[in-house]
Structures are given as C-alpha cells and as structure tokens.
C-alpha cells in the first residue's frame, strides 16, 4: 500500500498558484474602481469579499488542474515546472487530498461571493452561477471538458477579464452595466495571453495528452505570429481606452507603460519554446502587473482628482 504525505498549510499554498492570482486580482480591482468612478454603491466590506471569492475561485481552478493533470499524467518533471508549480509531482501527496482541497476552494469562493451579494438580486447570482458552471465543465471530463477544446484562451479571458468585472459591478446595484465589457477588454487579452503563453510553450505536451489547444490546432509558427498581433493589439487597447475615458490624463499611461516596456519586449521575440516555459509565464504575468496594473492607476488616479 503506497504511503503518502500530510498535505500542508505551505502544499496547499503553493497549490493555489499565488502568482497567478493577478488574472483574478486585477480584474477585480478593475471593477471596484469602475463602481468609484461610476458613482456605484459599493461597500468595502463587498470589495473585500469579492476580492477573496476571486482569489479562491482562482486557487481552485489552479489546484483542480493540477489534480486533473496528475491524475492524467499529463504532468512530469521534465515538463519545465518549477517545484512551487508542480506539488504533486515533487511531494507523495494523495491526489484525493488535492481534489479535496480544490473543492474547499470553490466552494468558499461561492460562499464570500454569495455573502457579498446577498441584498443584489439576481443579476450577480447569475453571473456568479455561469463562472461556476464553467469552471466545472472545464474540469468535468468527458466530451465537454473545456480544456481539451481550443477554447482555453478564449474562456480564461471571459470568465476573469470580464464576468469578474461584470459580477463585481452588478453586486453594486442589482443591474448589468454592459459598457463594463468593452473598457474591461485590456484584462479580457492580458489574461487570454496569459493562457496562450501555457498553451504556446506546452504544444508538443497538450499533443501528448490528445489536449486539442488553439496553439496545436494551428501550430507553433501561427501561433507566434498570433501571440505578438495580440500583444500589441492589448498594449493598444489599454493606452487607447485610458485616452478615451479620461482624456488628458488618461496620456499619462504612455509613461509607465515606456518605463516597463522591457516584459512587452521580450514578449514579442518570444519563440514559446518548451525550455522557455517558466521564464514565458513570469514574463506575461509581470507584463499583466504592469499594463493592466497601469490601467488601473490612471482609474485611480482620475478618483482621487474628482
């Protein structure tokens, strides 16, 4: 009978992937300083738990991919991840303890969420229900796993560059603000590309696994030319929703964005080569801190000035 270790307090950190939770964190920001500069009633008590169901949403889809992954055996030491990344792989952990762990996750996730839109309406539950569902069908297995269909980029992007947002607000005043999608549309591709930078580098792997990616549908060479069409559309979308929100000074995202172009660089002489994963995905997420990041400081600097 094989033996296996405690799942510790530090496992189950490392299992929610922190350093990803800037695809759910920022998103969040986004819509807390939407509701500010909109005149929408929000409470910090509602921003504080939304931001934590945004964080546990995310750490359970972290930690049920892991798991899922595991389980598939889709995952090895010679996938280029890095101990932190990969719990399963470096400690003898029972699975079961994993998927448990993701589970706890999602659902006090649901429960901050619920708590923080108690007196909304439906508007939000709706919006909250559709996330859930997702994230399940995208772990569900069987002919409807998500994550076997080149839809990663696509999902990831909708479910917490926009839903986030367009739950976030709605909790607000029980009512769907839908001019929400377009100036969430920076999150929308920070965090699509985050998902194809994985994907890029992860080709010959998702081949592997019969994991039908966008990135193996097309190939690596497309996809590179894809990925830097992206970036340049994305950095194009959060200097040119600034202006039109705010004007002057929404020009001054022009400098933050000059000062930290060097992750936006290396981005687009990126190769997504499988050697390169770990470097590619700390590379996009410092690219999301700083141009979505940027995005949000000229929000608030634009609330503190009203």
């Known amino acids: ?30 819509g807390i300083f939407f509701c500010k500069l909109y005149n929408l009633n929000l409470s910090i008590s509602q921003s504080i ?42 400690n003898p ?25 108690f007196h909304s309406g439906l508007v939000p539950l709706i919006i909250g229900f559709i996330g859930t569902i997702i ?12 994550s076997y269909l080149p839809l990663g980029e696509i999902i990831s992007g909708f479910i917490m560059g926009i839903l986030i947002p367009l739950g976030i607000t709605s909790v607000a005043d029980g009512q769907l603000h839908l001019q929400v999608l377009i100036f969430a549309l920076p999150f929308f ?49 959060i200097i040119g929703l600034s202006i039109i929100q705010f004007k002057v000074w929404g020009i001054i995202i022009i400098i933050p964005l000059i000062l930290g172009y060097k992750p936006f660089k290396t981005l687009l002489e990126s190769k997504l080569i499988p050697e390169n994963r770990i470097k590619q995905m700390q590379t996009i997420v410092i690219a999301n801190i700083i141009g979505n990041g940027s995005y949000l400081l000229i929000m608030l600097i634009n609330i503190l000035i009203r």
């Open 189 to 237: 591709l920070g965090i699509a590309l985050i998902m194809m930078s994985n994907n890029g580098c992860d080709i010959e792997k998702d081949k592997k696994a019969k994991r039908y990616t966008f990135p193996v549908i097309i190939g690596r060479k497309q996809t590179r030319i894809i990925y830097r069409m992206l970036i340049i559309l994305w950095i194009a979308l």
């Open 49 to 90: 738990l939304l931001v934590l169901a945004c964080i546990l949403m995310q750490s359970s889809v972290n930690t049920l991919n892991d798991y899922a992954d595991f389980i598939k055996g889709n995952d090895s030491i010679k996938d280029n991840v890095e101990i932190t990344d990969a719990v399963l792989i470096y």
């Open 93 to 117: 952990i029972n699975p079961k303890d994993v998927l448990i762990l993701g589970i706890i996750y999602l659902v006090l996730g649901c429960l901050f969420g619920l708590i923080a839109c």
């Open 1 to 30: 009978m094989k033996t296996y270790e405690t799942l510790t307090m530090k496992m189950a950190f490392n299992l929610s992937a922190p350093r990803s939770w800037v695809a759910s964190i920022l998103p969040a920001f986004f």
């Open 135 to 146: 994230v399940i069908l995208y772990f569900c297995g069987g002919p409807f796993t998500i």
